[in-house]
């Protein structure tokens, strides 16, 4: 960590020089990944999250398309999909969750093999 991360003034730093651009740079890159880390940790308390890993995912299970309508809309992502983009908690839970990946999405070979991927065992 650089001096101003252990308090003194930022400010002080660039008036004399004391700080370059890439100093700066780490800097803020250390604030911004322990902002997120706090802010994980408060969501965590938050009541919508305290609900246990298998209740989620029998959530998400009904943004799943229907087999018989595959989504094939690359405009839009999946509704499961969507999910993932809520929350780590949310994200974790979606992507460790095979079941929620067994309708295959089709309109590129890298998502078709992700798919696959994350459906695991599951009966597609």
Request: one cysteine or more.
């Amino acid at each position: 960590m650089s001096q101003s991360s252990k308090g003194w003034s930022a400010k002080a730093f660039i008036v004399t020089g004391g700080l370059g651009t890439s100093e700066l740079d780490r800097d803020i890159g250390e604030a911004e990944r322990y902002l997120a880390f706090l802010h994980r940790i408060r969501n965590r308390q938050l009541p919508a999250l305290r609900v246990p890993s298998e209740i989620l995912e029998y959530i998400f299970s009904f943004c799943q398309c229907h087999p018989e309508q595959p989504h094939r809309d690359r405009r839009h992502p999946p509704a499961w999909v969507v999910v993932t983009h809520v929350c780590h908690l949310w994200r974790d839970v979606a992507l460790s969750s095979p079941r929620l990946w067994r309708n295959v999405v089709t309109y590129s070979q890298p998502w078709m093999e992700e798919t696959l991927s994350r459906s695991k065992e599951v009966p597609l």
